[in-house]
Structure formats: structure tokens, C-alpha cells
């Protein structure tokens, strides 16, 4: 057993990894994704203004951006069914998190039990956002230009790829603007092997490669307009672009492990490394750390870069340590996989439930419902159920808000403040006409819930595991005929 544990207990994160990404899907960007690649079909043109809220028909909708993002998840979609998108989705997050193990492979070099139990609080820490998002796209290529400035910078053929790689960023996510920093960061590291390299040319001819968009300038400053008028209300308001420092953030416990057990370890190893290696693997290591408190959305990217510094500080100096220490890793490296694993809801389902939309997550049969009966008046939908119902319903009956939107001051001001009081509930209902509401039980929507089930004029129409609706006492709810 002795001889095989160091093999064996490498394959415990791939079955956590496995575990937590082969799950129904319920990504409300996903569906909107979808909902505008087959707008686009229909027209041959992207949509310029919302096509599918009736709050704001004249808001502009920013659809190009990251055109071919939407493309990389559309075709396995049409080719395996939900099934395309959900093993995509898991194939990303395998390579993201087997790529810091790379170069031990390439240097043939075996490491201590320590390491698969980094591998498994990483994937512990950051499976959140392990979800049918273009940014997945971002994130692996950013791990990717940190490890090819780590290990290949000497090497001509990586700075001459570097403007295909932000080619095919820009039109994928619009993340790039990090992989600039980065960039920024090893300049100011090693400006020596740089200079020596000719960097500076392939950096330059990487921003003009960013530029080749099909929204032109606009498509290139996207990003930086998106960091300074958007990002502030997401940061205020989105759970996944919440600092760690924010209180509402503190009941998710798992998202904390990475500082009280990588991060300290990491920098206790750094300063062991031989100093001609300490300068860009520090500023890497602090690069992670900084993005991973300043919000949940970095926070499987920093775990990415976690390892890939371990990983290098295990090349350059490898560690020792005793057996004792080995089996005591092994054990709580199981731990950690069984827990989370056996603790699973979807660990006694079968495959084909698991690459199915989500029915608790998603309003599967509401939305049936609602269809069928054929709305007059207006619908209020739940944050949550935007992206399915906009590619679900195409518009027809149209939505109050989805959260592919960037207008976050109607947002404000008229999704989170009426759940306040019913006093603001009425002026909300009275302002657009609303005669439905389809919430989620597993969101934001509690305070809607309970105000509405409290309200004389309002009755519960449906209700399942995750969703309810309710509507007006009114006959012009529905169309008769």
C-alpha cells in the first residue's frame, strides 16, 4: 500500500473535481448567452437595445463583447444537449486546475502528499465559480500567462504567441485588461530577461491585438468602462463580486480556508527559495492574495495561482518531509474530499440527472405554466430566473430585469428597495402594471415572498422547491381566450 499511496491519493481532488462540476445546470448567464445567439440567427444582427424587459426597452445591451465566448458553450449545446455545456464546463476547470502540475511532469519530479492536500483545499476553496461562464475562458488564460512567464520567458516561441493569445482573449472575455497587469508586473520583476527577449515589442503588438474586435475601440475599452461605472454597484450588491471583508460574505466559511492554510504556508516557503528566484514568484503570490480578498469572483483564479507558486517553489527547492507527516496529509486530504463529497445532495443520482438543467434552481414548470396561460399583465421575475426566462421566452411575454443588465441604478432602486416595506411594494406594482410575480425560494427574493403571502390583494398561484408565484386578485392577470 505504501508504494501506491503517493499515486492514489492524487486522485482524490480529480473526484472532488469531478463531483462538484458533473451537476445540473442552473447559470443564468448561460441562457443568456443562448438567448442572444439565437436572436442573432434570427436576424443575422446582434441586439443593440434590451430586447426582452419591458423596464427598459431603449437600454443599450451589451452583446459582442465577448461574442465567441457565447459560441464556445452554443455548439456543444447544440451537439450533446445540456450535457455539452456542463462537461465543457468540467473539461475547463480540470485543465485550469491540472496546469500548475505541468511542469513536475516536465521536470519529472515527485512531491510529498502535502501537495495533493494544496490540490484539494484549491478546489475546495474555489469551486464556486466552476459554473457555464465565458469567464472560466479568462481565468484559465491568465493562469496560463503566469505559468509561461514563470517557466518559458527564455523561450522566443512563448513572446511570440503572446499576441494570438490576447487576440483570442479580447474576443472571449473581456479579462484581458488583467493579463496587461500581469504582464505589467514581470516587467517590473525581470526587466533584464525581458530587454534581452525583445518583450517589450510582443507586449506592445499584444494591446494592438486586443484592438482586433468587431465592436473596434469600443470593444477594447469595454472593460475599463465596465471596472469604473459597473463594477462599484456590483461590488455592492452581487455576492460574487463581494470583498471577503464584507459581512455577508463571512457565513461562507469555505471561501476563508485558503488564508489560514496556502496563503501563510506559501509565504512561509517563499523566503526559503534561493533569492535569484523569489522576486516574480512574490509578486504572483501577491497579486493572488490581493484579488482573492478584493472579491469573490477572483477567488478560483488566485487558487489557480496558489498552486502554480507551490508548484514552483517545489521545482526550485524541493521539500522534504517525514512519512509521518505524508500519512497525516493523505488522511486529511480524504477528509476533506469525503466530506464534501458524501455530504453531495447529487452523490446518489444518476448521470443522466446530473448534465440536466437544475429543477429546484431554475423555474422549470412555473415558467411552463405561465406560458400556457398566456399573461396580460406585466410579470415581475426574480434576478435569478432572468438569463433562462430571456432565452426561454424570447421577449414574449418581456421580463421586469435580468442580470445581464448593467443598469444597476434601476436595479437599486427598484428591485431591492420596494422588498423593503409594503408601502414601496404597492408603488412598484401601481408604477408598471404588475400582475405576476415568479420568485425564487433559494435567492434574493425572501422579503418578496413574505410581503406578497401577507398582502390581501395578492394569492399564491404555484408553488414547488424553488419557485413560486403569485398574482394580482384581478381578471386581467391572464388572457382568456
Known amino acids: 500500500m505504501g508504494k501506491y499511496l503517493p499515486h492514489l491519493v492524487w486522485l482524490l481532488p480529480i473526484i472532488m473535481l469531478l463531483e462538484l462540476s458533473i451537476r445540473p445546470l442552473f447559470e443564468p448567464d448561460l441562457f443568456f448567452y443562448f438567448a442572444l445567439i439565437e436572436r442573432f440567427l434570427q436576424s443575422w444582427s446582434w441586439p443593440v437595445n434590451d430586447p426582452f424587459v419591458y423596464t427598459l426597452p431603449s437600454d443599450p445591451v451589451m452583446t459582442m463583447h465577448q461574442w465567441l465566448g457565447y459560441w464556445t458553450l452554443y455548439v456543444p449545446y447544440l451537439w450533446l444537449g445540456w450535457a455539452g455545456p456542463i462537461l465543457l464546463k468540467t473539461t475547463l476547470a480540470f485543465l485550469f486546475f491540472s496546469l500548475p502540475l505541468v511542469a513536475l511532469i516536465f521536470h ?98 499584444s494591446v494592438a491585438s486586443a484592438m482586433i474586435h468587431p465592436l473596434g475601440w469600443q470593444g477594447f475599452i469595454y472593460p475599463f468602462i465596465f471596472s469604473l461605472n459597473v463594477e462599484p454597484y456590483l461590488s455592492r450588491n452581487i455576492m460574487e463580486w463581494l470583498p471577503l471583508w464584507d459581512a455577508r460574505i463571512f457565513p461562507y466559511t469555505f471561501l476563508y480556508v485558503p488564508l489560514f492554510t496556502l496563503v501563510p504556508w506559501l509565504f512561509w516557503r517563499h523566503f526559503r527559495c534561493p533569492q535569484p528566484h523569489r522576486l516574480l514568484p512574490f509578486a504572483f503570490l501577491a497579486l493572488a492574495t490581493a484579488l482573492m480578498l478584493k472579491s469573490v469572483r477572483f477567488g478560483m483564479l488566485a487558487q489557480g495561482i496558489f498552486l502554480l507558486i507551490l508548484m514552483h517553489q517545489e521545482i526550485i527547492a524541493p521539500s522534504r518531509t517525514r512519512r509521518f507527516v505524508n500519512w497525516v496529509a493523505t488522511l486529511a486530504c480524504a477528509a476533506l474530499v469525503g466530506v464534501k463529497v458524501f455530504a453531495s445532495p447529487w452523490l446518489d443520482r444518476p448521470l443522466h440527472e446530473r448534465i440536466e438543467l437544475d429543477p429546484v434552481r431554475l423555474p422549470l414548470e412555473a415558467a411552463r405554466i405561465l406560458k400556457d396561460q398566456n399573461p396580460r399583465m406585466r410579470l415581475f421575475n426574480s434576478f435569478a430566473y432572468g438569463g433562462y426566462l430571456a432565452w426561454l421566452w424570447q421577449g414574449q411575454p418581456p421580463l421586469f430585469f435580468h442580470g445581464f443588465s448593467t443598469n444597476f441604478d434601476f436595479f437599486e432602486k427598484y428591485y431591492l428597495a420596494p422588498m423593503e416595506s409594503q408601502t414601496r411594494l404597492m408603488e412598484l406594482i401601481q408604477k408598471f402594471d404588475i400582475g405576476i410575480f415568479l420568485l425564487t425560494k433559494t435567492g434574493y427574493d425572501g422579503d418578496y415572498i413574505n410581503l406578497l403571502s401577507m398582502n390581501p390583494h395578492w394569492q399564491k398561484m404555484y408553488e414547488d422547491a424553488g419557485s413560486v408565484i403569485f398574482i394580482k386578485k384581478d381578471p386581467r392577470v391572464f388572457d382568456k381566450k
Open 108 to 205: 519529472r519530479q515527485t512531491v510529498s502528499s502535502l501537495f495533493p492536500l494544496a490540490w484539494s483545499i484549491a478546489i475546495f476553496a474555489g469551486h464556486h465559480r466552476i459554473r457555464e461562464r465565458v469567464s472560466l475562458w479568462g481565468d484559465l488564460f491568465a493562469l496560463g500567462l503566469c505559468a509561461g512567464l514563470l517557466w518559458s520567458s527564455q523561450k522566443r516561441w512563448f513572446w511570440r504567441s503572446l499576441p494570438f493569445l490576447f487576440l483570442l482573449w479580447a474576443q472571449v472575455h473581456p479579462s484581458y485588461p488583467l493579463g496587461f497587469v500581469i504582464l505589467a508586473i514581470y516587467l517590473a520583476c525581470d526587466w533584464a530577461t525581458a530587454k534581452t527577449m525583445g518583450a517589450w515589442k510582443w507586449i506592445l503588438a
